[in-house]
């Protein structure tokens, strides 16, 4: 099992920036995506970014060149740095990570973080 808690929303003015963690706990040694998703309300959950084992990153568009996705793996800590933030970047922020392991065979499994609320304003 893994636990992933997230941290650093608020309430913020057009043009500010604010960094979100999610730490994470458990059994961590097997995961091998991380990732940040967003949710505004009346809409999908939508995929921001991601970040693998080996450090490569996914951006959606909109948020390209504005959010930068990293990871500590020292403290099992994964970040979302948001720059230039929009009142359209309002929603509840949601870490996730992706375990891969073997077992006998290939088993996988998502994980979630409660979500932390980001609200920007015009």
């Known amino acids: 099992q893994v636990q992933l808690v997230e941290s650093g929303g608020g309430f913020l003015q057009t043009g500010g920036s604010l960094r979100l963690s999610c730490a994470a706990s458990g059994n961590v040694f097997t995961i091998n995506v991380w990732g940040w998703y967003r949710q505004a309300p009346g809409k999908q959950r939508e995929l921001v970014a991601t970040i693998t084992g080996v450090g490569s990153t996914n951006y959606e568009d909109s948020v390209k060149g504005r959010f930068t996705i990293s990871r500590d793996s020292t403290k099992n800590t994964v970040y979302l740095q948001m720059n230039s933030l929009k009142p359209e970047d309002t929603a509840v922020y949601y870490c996730?990570?992706?375990?891969?392991?073997?077992?006998?065979?290939?088993?996988?499994?998502?994980?979630w973080g409660q979500g932390t609320q980001v609200t920007v304003s015009s």
């Open positions: 996730y990570a992706h375990k891969r392991w073997w077992d006998r065979r290939w088993l996988e499994d998502d994980y």
